[in-house]
Every structure is written in C-alpha cells, then in structure tokens.
C-alpha cells in the first residue's frame, strides 16, 4: 500500500483482557518496528522484524507482550491480561534496510490503547 | 543505557520567527541522527536526518547540525508558520533499525 496502516485507530478495553494490535507495512519494506507511546513520553522501543531473521524482542515489557510477522508482511502485536499502564499509543513502522546505512521509518497513524 | 535527551518540551515563537530544537545522545557510536514531526493524531513524519560524516544539511527552511565532539544535534526552522506547529521528535541511531528517541519538543507557532 501507499502507506504503513494500522488497526484499530482506538481501542478501549477491560483490564484483564487480550487485545490484538494489526501492522500491514508499505510493500516491499523488509524491516518492520513496533514502538510505544505514552502520554508525555519519547517512543519506546518494542520489537523489530527483518526478514525471515530471529525476531529483536528486546524492547518487550513482559511476557505479556508477543509480536508476530506472517509471510514477511502483515504483523500482529498481542497483549495479554491488559493492565491501566499498558494504556498508550502503539505505534508500526516500516523501512528498507542496509547494512552499513539507516534510512528512516515510515510510521503508521498508530493504534491509542485505552485499558479501563 | 543509551540515552537522548531533548529540549525545550515545548516552545512558542512567533509567526515568521525562528524555533531551534535542541538533543544531546550518549552513546558516542552514534552515527545516525533523523527528526520526526507528529501531528494531532496522526504518526510522527520522517522531515530532515543526518549522517555523523556530516555537520549540516538543509532542506528549504529546515536545517540540521551535529557536533559529533559534544554529542549534540540540533534543528532549526527558519520562518516558522503556523503549520510547523506540533511535536517534534529527534532520534539517534548506531544500528541499522533501532532509534533512541528524545522525549519530544511541542512546537506552537503564534499568528
């Protein structure tokens, strides 16, 4: 597509509950990022995909994190047992990448979690 | 760990007026430097970057330098217009995909 989109835009749900985050990147971009971002607060690093590589989980706060990237495309990121601090704008991106340079993100709209 | 930091939080200038954002990173390693731009509900927008070979770049209104001794980057919007308004977001990088990012800077242009 012409863009990285994400959905849903907005999400609340009850604290206890799963929710499921969708990321389709811009076609052709191999790496793909998941960020967080909290009211007030930078972009936090979650999980980067490149390829058919070992995922870099990192930046995950807990297990109750876990992200996933179907056929090099489409990526889920899950949080299970929400808590009140899991509220928070998540963020996909998407690049090209090389090894001996960085070209910069493309970022979705984002997806604005609210756990109640 | 590795760190960025960023100031002002926020800034208010005058229409036509000129904004300078400031960051200073840690991790000396560094070697690539992009800003972001976010608007009200929407992504943060990729809109200048530098390479640690170089001390300056410039796009139209918008300029970038780095002082790679002091660890500090900073960019300037010469200018301003209202539709500069929003938050700002420089990052700093010594890998090829993960971004340190600054805590972001909320840019008001004042008509």
């Known amino acids: 597509g012409a863009g990285v989109s994400q959905s849903p835009s907005n999400k609340v749900t009850e604290k206890g509950k799963d929710v499921e985050l969708r990321c389709d990147p811009i076609?052709?971009?191999?790496?793909l990022y998941w960020y967080r971002q909290s009211l007030g607060q930078g972009l936090e690093f979650l999980i980067y995909f490149q390829g058919n590589s070992a995922p870099d989980k990192s930046g995950l706060p807990s297990d109750r994190f876990s992200a996933e990237r179907t056929g090099g495309s489409v990526s889920t990121l899950t949080i299970q047992r929400t808590q009140q601090e899991d509220s928070a704008v998540y963020l996909c991106?998407?690049?090209?990448?090389?090894?001996?340079?960085?070209?910069?993100?493309?970022f979705g709209s984002g997806t604005r979690l609210t756990v109640v | 760990g590795e760190n960025v930091e960023q100031h002002p939080s926020t800034l208010s200038v005058q229409e036509g007026d000129s904004a300078v954002i400031k960051c200073t990173y840690s991790d000396s390693a560094s070697n690539y430097f992009p800003w972001y731009k976010q608007e009200l509900g929407k992504g943060p927008q990729l809109i200048i970057d530098i390479r640690s070979n170089v001390g300056e770049k410039k796009d139209q209104r918008i300029a970038v330098t780095l002082n790679k001794t002091a660890k500090h980057f900073s960019l300037h919007i010469t200018e301003t217009q209202p539709e500069d308004s929003a938050v700002y977001f420089c990052?700093?990088?010594?890998?090829?995909?993960?971004?340190?990012f600054g805590t972001g800077t909320r840019l008001k242009v004042l008509a």
């Open positions: 991106a998407s690049s090209f990448t090389r090894q001996t340079s960085n070209y910069g993100y493309t």
């Open positions: 990052a700093a990088s010594r890998r090829t995909y993960k971004y340190i």
């Open positions: 076609s052709g971009h191999t790496a």
